[in-house]
């Protein structure tokens, strides 16, 4: 008989070679043993029965907008959000206030977060032009998870647009650089054809697919010839999408949550709460979203949770702020679209586990495997709820989702061995440290 500090007892585990129900022993905040456990014993145990058993899910493209306003957003509640939507960790986005650009900023960020995340969190560096001659060294310092680059406008002081200044941040480094990667220049060139109180959807029309399309071939042309790998977020486009997979051996692929569920629809009923950057597009984008996700081009899908006030979002377009909250809603809308057969939860586990921490170098997070963190999601598929915006803990305290019914919904997260969330209550105090990655010292 073996001792563990906490057995799953009876889930079908969603393990790298398939779905197996099968019993998992913890020790010391490690897997220690995934098998049949029925003879050993745990201080703890967990009647998994009827419940799946995911990696500790990440989203890995999150705006907590701290340092900022904390009427909107800050890391305690997003990350509160995170934990209740069935999360792990989060990785955070540097376009604070002010951004996370250079090494005071970021030592500060990582010590903010002891006592106050509930999940792990990854840093982003915020490169600027005036920071390129130290992102090499800024990028390998402990949980930083990658350095953004935006190379097209959009919320915070942060932009690289020029070939010159991106071919001078790719040759400073080695690690995979993260890029929003519209055109600047096309968005500026077209921006006066647009005025106040125009129709919201013609964000779509102003951020076009050129202007997307653009950019991204202008981040490959760069990323070819300074071999230098990059991770296109948020790509919203069937040609981006067509295009991308001629450069696998330089590129990978982030496609948000959102782009997998709105359409242009959106706009006519949601307004300004339907506005992000890049825009959500016609139909046909959805569905090229999807034959990505299913053909494996998509290494990731994030939320790109980037909230704003109730009045920023209700402002006349093109004024009204864009982005979307979705940090604590990705889970059961990703849940429901298992549900609806668009993908497995094996692919949900990958898009969201291995996926993450193949593109980001996470080290002993992603998988269920002996040696990893003890980090779980157990989510009940026949769980049938609605998502309430009286359930969002963000302090805007408002989605774009309300209403949606979602079958499939997480119930208890387990970071490092120990229950954080059980159905709806957050356990204990915050517990969430920096993510730890194979290149970053000291990670």
């Known amino acids: ?85 069935g999360l792990t960790a989060v990785f955070d986005m540097p376009n604070t206030a002010p951004s996370i650009t250079d090494r005071e900023r970021l030592d500060w960020k990582r010590g903010y977060l002891e006592g106050r995340a509930w999940v792990d969190v990854g840093l982003y560096v915020g490169a600027s032009k005036k920071n390129i001659a130290e992102l090499a060294a800024l990028e390998l310092q402990p949980n930083v998870c990658a350095v953004k680059v935006f190379a097209g406008s959009s919320t915070g002081d942060l932009l690289v647009e020029d070939d010159a200044s991106l071919e001078r941040v790719m040759r400073g480094g080695r690690r995979r650089i993260c890029y929003h990667s519209e055109d600047e220049y096309r968005l500026q060139e077209r921006k006066p054809q647009f005025t106040s109180g125009m129709p919201h959807r013609n964000h779509m029309v102003w951020r076009d697919v050129e202007c997307a399309f653009l950019g991204t ?46 359409t242009d629809e959106a706009y006519d009923r949601l307004g300004g709460y339907a506005v992000m950057n890049p825009p959500i597009r016609d139909e046909r984008h ?24 109730r009045a920023a979002k209700e402002r006349p377009w093109p004024d009204c702020a864009a982005g979307l909250t ?45 040696g990893y963190d003890a980090d779980f999601t157990l989510v009940d ?63």
């Open 326 to 370: 979705g940090v604590q809603t990705i889970v059961p809308l990703m849940l429901d679209h298992v549900s609806a057969g668009r993908l497995s939860l094996s692919r949900l586990a990958d898009l969201m586990c291995a996926g993450p921490a193949r593109v980001y170098g996470v080290t002993g997070k992603g998988r269920l495997a002996a």
């Open 217 to 262: 071939r202008r981040l490959m042309a760069l990323a070819r010839r300074t071999g230098r790998p990059a991770h296109i977020l948020h790509v919203s486009t069937a040609e981006e999408l067509d295009y991308l997979k001629e450069f696998r051996d330089v590129a990978t692929v982030e496609v948000l949550l959102n782009h997998l569920t709105q």
């Open 1 to 85: 008989m073996t001792s563990y500090d906490l057995i799953l007892r009876g889930g079908a585990c969603v393990l790298p070679w398939g779905v197996e129900t099968t019993d998992v022993g913890v020790r010391e905040g490690r897997i220690a043993a995934l098998g049949d456990l029925r003879l050993d014993k745990a201080a703890n145990e967990v009647d998994c029965r009827g419940l799946h058993v995911l990696p500790g899910l990440i989203d890995a493209h999150v705006h907590l907008r701290d340092p900022g306003d904390p009427a909107v957003e800050d890391l305690s509640h997003g990350t509160k959000g995170a934990l209740l939507g």
């Open 381 to 443: 598929m026949k769980k049938q709820r609605v998502i309430e915006e009286s359930w969002i803990v963000s302090p805007c305290g408002w989605t774009p989702f309300a209403g949606h019914r979602c079958t499939g919904w997480p119930v208890m997260a387990i970071l490092r061995g120990k229950v954080a969330m059980r159905e709806d209550e957050v356990i204990g105090a915050p517990r969430g440290q920096g993510v730890a990655f194979q290149e970053a010292r000291g990670g």
């Open 286 to 309: 959805l569905k090229a979203a999807w034959a990505a996700v299913a053909d494996g081009t998509v290494d990731v899908v994030g939320s790109d949770h980037a909230p704003h006030s």
